[in-house]
């Protein structure tokens, strides 16, 4: 087996870097590209798996099932398979700068770029934080009928314009405008909405961002006489 797996490496590991070749020409539609090296490195960690499950006894290999060379060939092809899915997966998934406690950019030390971190699927009602009521759906803009559903609160018929306006507000935010203008104290908001002072004062600059914020009157009850 030792001397099998040694073959693959012969003259700069030009059978494995054939098999793959071959692999990726017959199933992935062409050569390796950029990647090429990125693959040559999963061939070879095939192929210590396979000479390391071999010495500890553990090897699945079935000489009654095809030759070693196929049973290699196998093993590569399904190492690339999973590979290009990772690959695809990552494509797909939205990726935030990490950051240090003080909150700027980690660096690679290889590299010295900026680290990229995915963001983990959630559910859009799930809390931010274990004790807070503030879900993740809350920070996303949403129309005027959505704030209904979510309980906010606010029912009464506004203009074209105050809608407009409110719609380009998050749920958060909307609740956050909505106890301003029943005279609730900042750090009333706060402790009510379980958030900190730093999301908060978030939801304030997007509230004043907008052009219109005269609007912002409207939203005070009209029992009230305004």
């Known amino acids: 087996m030792e001397q099998f797996i040694n073959s693959y490496y012969e003259n700069n590991a030009k059978k494995l870097h054939a098999v793959i070749n071959k692999i990726f020409s017959k199933n992935h539609g062409g050569t390796i590209g950029r990647d090429m090296e990125e693959f040559y490195g999963i061939g070879t ?5 396979i000479w390391d499950k071999y010495r500890l006894g ?5 000489p009654f099932k095809g030759d070693l060379d196929g049973y290699v060939y196998n093993a590569l092809s399904m190492a ?3 590979e290009l899915k990772k690959q695809n997966c990552d494509k797909r998934t939205t990726k935030v700068y990490l950051l240090d406690g003080n909150g700027n950019p980690v660096l690679d030390k290889k590299t010295g770029k900026p ?6 699927d959630i559910r859009l009602d799930a809390p931010m934080k274990e004790d807070s009521d ?3 759906g809350d920070l996303i803009e949403a129309d005027f009928d959505i704030n209904a559903k979510a309980g906010i609160g606010i029912t009464e018929e506004y203009s074209y ?3 407009i306006y409110l719609g380009k507000l998050s749920k958060l935010q909307v609740k956050v405008l909505k106890l301003l203008s029943e005279n609730y104290k900042p750090d009333e908001i706060k402790k009510i909405l ?3 002072p730093g999301l908060y004062n978030d939801c304030i600059s997007a509230i004043k961002s907008f052009k219109n914020t005269k609007c912002i009157a409207s939203l ?5 006489g305004c």
């Open 45 to 49: 960690d095939v192929l210590v798996g």
């Open 58 to 62: 553990q090897s699945t290999y079935d």
């Open 80 to 82: 690339i398979i999973d």
């Open 115 to 120: 680290v990229k971190v995915p963001i983990p």
């Open 134 to 136: 503030i879900t993740w």
């Open 161 to 163: 314009e105050m809608k």
């Open 194 to 196: 379980h958030i900190g």
């Open 220 to 224: 005070i009850r009209r029992d009230q």
